[in-house]
């Protein structure tokens, strides 16, 4: 509670001392949507595997909020696709062929009211992994042996691995007694340091959904990695229980292309994803840090000074299309 008292106390002197330059935090800025056009805003997360499937939005000028109805999505524009330099196709799911690995896809979107907006992409190649071995150690922590195949594609691609699902059964003598969910996949492997991943106490982490990532350059050869999968204890105690089994672990094993990668940190920043992973459980956090609570008590009193741009690979508008491929890797005891 003190020091809690004395973070704040030595927050707002800070505050006072830097509004002290008023320039800092006050102009006067003209916001006048005269000459401010909307542009096109293209949505196209594609598969290996699936059809090409096209969204578009249109921006909005600072303080013109679209309404609940619509949410800026068009339905009267022009959108063609085209797959490895043939023929342009109407976006439509039902006609394009599914896309393969390594296919260029390419897609012009034209509306009377918002000037044209190109995009395109080299889809990556799959990428495939497999369980080299799996065990429950006493701390209950999963580890995890998984060797991921060479990957053959574009240069630039980035690997991921993630978890969609599993958990562990916990038992007092040989009765279950609870199902516990697990909620990280965390790892020390020096190859995740090669891109940008969250990290907490040593450990390169990630939650459920969410990619761990690794270069594609890194898989010329078979790759071992080794990996551990945590639950969310929380005020339980794992001295409670005698023993735990798995019950299922469900892992993907993803290539994207690099401007999906980009997306993907422009979109951890946008929402301070980064911050929010805390390290296995039994690990303790780091002595506090003074000077850093500080800063993030400023942080919380004067808001974000400045948005996050998000990550875009469209010409003439806004937005993203990305491209990545996905194979299961199941975990059964």
Same mark, same amino acid.
């Given at each position: 509670?003190?020091?809690?008292?004395?973070?704040?106390?030595?927050?707002?002197?800070?505050?006072?001392?830097?509004?002290?330059?008023?320039?800092?935090?006050?102009?006067?800025?003209?916001?006048?949507?005269?000459?401010? %056009?909307?542009?096109?805003?293209?949505?196209?997360?594609?598969?290996?595997?699936?059809? &090409?499937?096209?969204?578009?939005?249109?921006?909005?000028?600072?303080?013109?909020?679209?309404?609940?109805?619509?949410?800026?999505?068009?339905?009267?524009?022009?959108?063609?696709?085209?797959?490895?330099?043939?023929?342009?196709?109407?976006?439509?799911?039902?006609?394009?062929?599914?896309?393969?690995?390594?296919?260029?896809?390419?897609? $012009?979107?034209?509306?009377?009211?918002?000037?044209?907006?190109?995009?395109?992409?080299?889809?990556?190649?799959?990428?495939?992994?497999?369980?080299?071995?799996?065990? $429950?150690?006493?701390?209950?922590?999963?580890?995890?042996?998984?060797?991921?195949?060479?990957?053959?594609?574009?240069?630039?691609?980035?690997?991921?691995?993630?978890?969609?699902?599993?958990?562990?059964?916990?038992?007092?003598?040989?009765?279950?007694?609870?199902?516990?969910?697990?909620?990280?996949?965390?790892?020390?492997?020096?190859?995740?340091?090669?891109?940008?991943?969250?990290?907490?106490?040593?450990?390169?982490?990630?939650?459920?959904?969410?990619?761990?990532?690794?270069?594609?350059?890194?898989?010329?050869?078979?790759?071992? $990695?080794?990996?551990?999968?945590?639950?969310?204890?929380?005020?339980?105690?794992?001295?409670? +229980?005698?023993?735990?089994?798995?019950?299922?672990?469900?892992?993907?094993?993803?290539?994207?292309? +690099?401007?999906?990668?980009?997306?993907?940190?422009?979109?951890?920043?946008?929402?301070?994803?980064? +911050? +929010?992973?805390? %390290? &296995?459980?039994? $690990?303790?956090?780091?002595?506090?840090?003074?000077?850093?609570?500080?800063?993030?008590?400023?942080?919380?009193?004067?808001?974000?000074?400045? %948005?996050?741009?998000?990550?875009?690979?469209?010409?003439?508008?806004?937005?993203?299309?990305?491209?990545?491929?996905?194979?299961?890797?199941?975990?059964?005891?």
């Amino acid at each position: 509670m003190k020091r809690s008292v004395l973070h704040i106390t030595i927050a707002l002197l800070l505050s006072l001392v830097i509004t002290g330059c008023e320039d800092i935090f006050i102009r006067e800025l003209d916001f006048k949507s005269d000459g401010e %056009p909307e542009m096109l805003v293209l949505s196209a997360n594609n598969r290996v595997g699936l059809r &090409p499937n096209v969204l578009l939005y249109h921006s909005f000028y600072f303080g013109h909020a679209h309404s609940q109805a619509d949410k800026g999505i068009i339905k009267d524009a022009e959108v063609t696709v085209r797959i490895n330099s043939t023929e342009w196709h109407l976006n439509d799911s039902t006609q394009l062929p599914r896309l393969q690995a390594l296919d260029t896809v390419e897609v $012009i979107a034209t509306h009377p009211d918002y000037p044209t907006v190109t995009a395109h992409q080299v889809m990556p190649n799959k990428a495939s992994a497999h369980v080299v071995s799996w065990t $429950i150690r006493p701390n209950y922590w999963m580890d995890i042996v998984l060797e991921i195949d060479p990957y053959v594609g574009n240069q630039d691609d980035v690997v991921g691995v993630l978890f969609n699902s599993g958990s562990l059964n916990l038992y007092k003598g040989e009765k279950k007694v609870k199902n516990f969910q697990f909620s990280g996949l965390y790892s020390t492997d020096v190859v995740f340091a090669e891109v940008l991943n969250m990290s907490a106490e040593g450990y390169y982490c990630t939650k459920i959904n969410e990619p761990l990532f690794l270069p594609s350059s890194a898989l010329q050869q078979p790759l071992q $990695i080794h990996l551990i999968a945590d639950c969310p204890w929380g005020m339980d105690n794992k001295n409670n +229980y005698t023993k735990a089994t798995l019950s299922s672990l469900n892992l993907e094993i993803c290539a994207y292309t +690099y401007d999906t990668y980009l997306y993907w940190q422009s979109k951890r920043l946008a929402t301070d994803m980064q +911050y +929010y992973m805390g %390290p &296995p459980s039994g $690990i303790g956090n780091a002595k506090e840090n003074v000077l850093e609570d500080i800063l993030e008590d400023l942080r919380n009193m004067l808001g974000e000074q400045e %948005p996050v741009r998000m990550h875009t690979n469209v010409q003439g508008g806004l937005g993203y299309l990305n491209g990545y491929s996905s194979t299961a890797v199941s975990i059964k005891p």
